[in-house]
């Protein structure tokens, strides 16, 4: 008798988004049609009358239209797809310096004998890296955290907890995320970035909760490895010397700079001089081509870490078109405003308190089958957004809901492509990861429960 267990089959997450986008269509035949009146307010501007809801004739969409329907989709993202494009562009660019794995180097050999502050070091600079780097871009940098983790004496669960977490942090809190932040607040009608000064609230609670919950455990392994949770598990590489990392140039250096500067610079644009989609992709690219030139990279190489950027992006921006498609549908059958109806009648039954984190759960739950940021994005703020806004939410708090259940989710879900990437480069099986990281997305979870409430009751907007 064949005992083996079938394998659950993996279902694509394309395949997951036009499934999605059929139920659209059908949907648009079974949901009665409706639609809000719209009214001026004090300030001037057109908005949804909350009392305006009213069902009209049905105009169903038909299935066969879908493929134009996903056309159309991309037609109505080109300018964040050709965003994206520049930015992993000029990313990879600064990447193929190597003066990041420079500055690992210095800091195995600076901070040996304090292993410690070498983990604190790292979260803090690859917490501020990930800002405005998706965090598929750190997985090179595995390697290299664990070699300088085994070197002092921690486990590879440490090494892969410091480039996971700390590479998530900037997406997760969305301060300038393009897949999630850009898309909701253009969708809302705000600036790209608006809202960034209560993100960067939770950006520093989260690293300094993080840092605290990985130096515990480290610390245990490394005065008992059998504390370990991978104790007995050959490792992927035996500890290395760091002394083959590239070594700090003064071009590595004004490399390093040259990012830290694009990166104010970014974020000076986008906050106060209200930066668009053009600007962004311009300043990422503009700081990837300095930083070539500072590393003494020739213009055939800087066209070849180009490509090979956007050839990382290419998937996302796939899935950014095709989510999109959905939205499309549900608005020519008349059916989104049905949908945000029933929605907005029971949230408007609950206490606002509970409002937002309600909002976050769902997000949580929704990017299990739409691990896609900008997916997701697409597929649930045509909705969300409308609800926030009858309920008498701010458009940026109900932003954050989709941030924190986009972003952390993405840490516990086995069929998350980035984070099974960074797990295989640490040779951590999925389920010793889930023994560190079961507790750790409890308390982060518990934390965004809290800052969701927190948003609310301060007004955030």
Not at 24 to 37: K, L, M, N, Q
Not at 51 to 78: A, C, D, R, W
Not at 106 to 127: D, E, H, N, Q, Y
Request: charge should be neutral; aromatic fraction near 12%; proline fraction near 4%.
């Amino acid at each position: 008798m064949n005992t083996t267990k079938k394998k659950f089959p993996h279902i694509h997450e394309y395949l997951v988004v036009i499934t999605m986008l059929l139920m659209a269509c059908i949907f648009t035949y079974v949901i009665p049609a409706g639609e809000y009146s719209t009214m001026i307010n004090e300030a001037g501007k057109e908005v949804v009358d909350p009392n305006g809801f009213h069902y009209i004739e049905n105009t169903p969409v038909s299935p066969l239209l879908m493929l134009n329907m996903i056309f159309q989709g991309f037609v109505k993202q080109g300018t964040l797809i050709m965003t994206m494009f520049f930015i992993a562009g000029g990313v990879q660019m600064i990447i193929d310096t190597e003066a990041v794995h420079a500055l690992m180097r210095v800091l195995a050999l600076k901070f040996s004998k304090t292993p410690r502050v070498t983990i604190i070091v790292m979260m803090i600079a690859f917490g501020i890296m990930s800002v405005p780097i998706q965090m598929n871009y750190f997985i090179p940098f595995s390697t290299v955290v664990l070699m300088l983790c085994l070197m002092m004496g921690y486990d590879a669960v440490t090494a892969a907890a410091v480039i996971v977490t700390a590479s998530s942090f900037g997406s997760t809190c969305g301060m300038l995320n393009i897949s999630t932040t850009a898309i909701a607040n253009e969708m809302a009608g705000l600036p790209l970035y608006h809202g960034m000064g209560f993100r960067w609230v939770g950006f520093v609670c989260m690293i300094i909760i993080t840092t605290w919950f990985i130096c515990r455990y480290a610390e245990k392994v490394r005065k008992d490895p059998t504390k370990s949770y991978c104790y007995g598990i050959k490792n992927v590489i035996e500890p290395g010397d760091p002394e083959s990392l590239p070594k700090m140039t003064m071009s590595h250096m004004i490399c390093i700079g040259v990012l830290a500067g694009g990166v104010a610079v970014l974020i000076y644009g986008c906050s106060s001089l209200g930066w668009s989609y053009e600007q962004t992709a311009v300043c990422f690219l503009t700081t990837g081509i300095i930083a070539s030139i500072v590393g003494k990279r020739n213009p055939n190489k800087m066209c070849a870490s180009f490509v090979a950027g956007a050839k990382t992006i290419i998937g996302s921006c796939i899935m950014i078109g095709i989510a999109r498609s959905i939205a499309i549908a549900m608005d020519a059958g008349h059916v989104l405003d049905t949908v945000v109806y029933v929605i907005a009648n029971i949230l408007d039954k609950l206490p606002s308190m509970l409002q937002a984190p309600l909002m976050f759960w769902a997000h949580t739950i929704i990017n299990f089958f739409v691990t896609s940021g900008s997916g997701q994005t697409n597929v649930t703020m045509p909705i969300f957004l409308p609800v926030a806004e009858l309920i008498d939410m701010s458009a940026e708090t109900a932003i954050l809901a989709l941030n924190y259940g986009d972003g952390l989710s993405n840490y516990i879900y086995p069929h998350s492509s980035s984070l099974m990437a960074f797990l295989a480069a640490c040779g951590v099986g999925y389920g010793t990861w889930m023994k560190f990281m079961g507790k750790l997305f409890g308390v982060w979870f518990a934390f965004a429960t809290v800052f969701m409430m927190v948003a609310v009751a301060v007004g955030y907007c």
